[in-house]
T-cell receptor, first 112, second 114 residues
């Protein structure tokens, strides 16, 4: 079963705007990862943030993690049409179990 | 370095048949995980293999099984196929260092059960 939910479920913005996606989860985690998926293809890893980190940057991506609220957000700045994809958060629980538990995903559409 | 490869890419089967999917991890990666993606249930973990041993298993019936070979290549098998098994099956590999770290996914095998 899915660990949590993402919102919004769908997001449509114009090129150049920022896109923010939120993820909530239910249990204590070791790390949280964000992945991108284009049109039902394989997942591409974007960024990993550990439970003792609060913020991480990678290029135009900024991820925050609030373990007290069990939530994370992904910000994509200056979006491009090529950013159009589904974005998933995935958690690794702090139990040693080697498995990703995915959220429901956000479908991002960037209009050129 | 070549990425994760999965074969076949597309497959059509009928109810009651069985199917075997193959995954070749990135060279040097020893952990291989399998995930099922459906519109209704989303992405769900099936199992993880390391050094030819299943280390973790998701909540799927026994019809779903897998194995890993000495070269880290992995196969998953689904027996007695049901309509609900129609899905995108994704394989992911990693170096298997400590906790579950970055996973590198293949393009997936899309299975349609008629």
């Amino acid at each position: 079963s899915q660990q949590g939910e993402e919102d919004p479920q769908a997001l449509s913005i114009q090129e150049g705007e920022n896109a923010t996606m939120n993820c909530s989860y239910k249990t204590s985690i070791n790390n949280l990862q964000w992945y991108r998926q284009n049109s039902g293809r394989g997942l591409v890893h974007l960024i990993l943030i550990r439970s003792n980190e609060r913020e991480k940057h990678s290029g135009r991506l900024r991820v925050t993690l609030d373990t007290s609220k069990k939530s994370s957000s992904l910000l994509i700045t200056a979006s491009r049409a090529a950013d159009t994809a589904s974005y998933f958060c995935a958690t690794v629980m702090d139990t040693g179990r080697r498995a990703l538990t995915f959220g429901s995903g956000t479908r991002l559409q960037v209009q050129p | 370095k070549a990425g994760v490869t999965q074969t076949p890419r597309y497959l059509i089967k009928t109810r009651g048949q069985q199917v075997t999917l193959s995954c070749s991890p990135i060279s040097g990666h020893r952990s291989v995980s399998w995930y099922q993606q459906t519109p209704g249930q989303g992405l769900q973990f099936l199992f993880e293999y390391f050094s030819e041993t299943q280390r973790n298993k998701g909540n799927f019936p026994g019809r779903f099984s897998g194995r890993q070979f000495s070269n880290s290549r992995s196969e998953m098998n689904v027996s007695t196929l049901e309509l609900g098994d129609s899905a995108l099956y994704l394989c992911a590999s990693s170096l298997a260092l400590g906790k579950m770290e970055t996973q590198y996914f293949g393009p997936g095998t899309r299975l349609l059960v008629l």
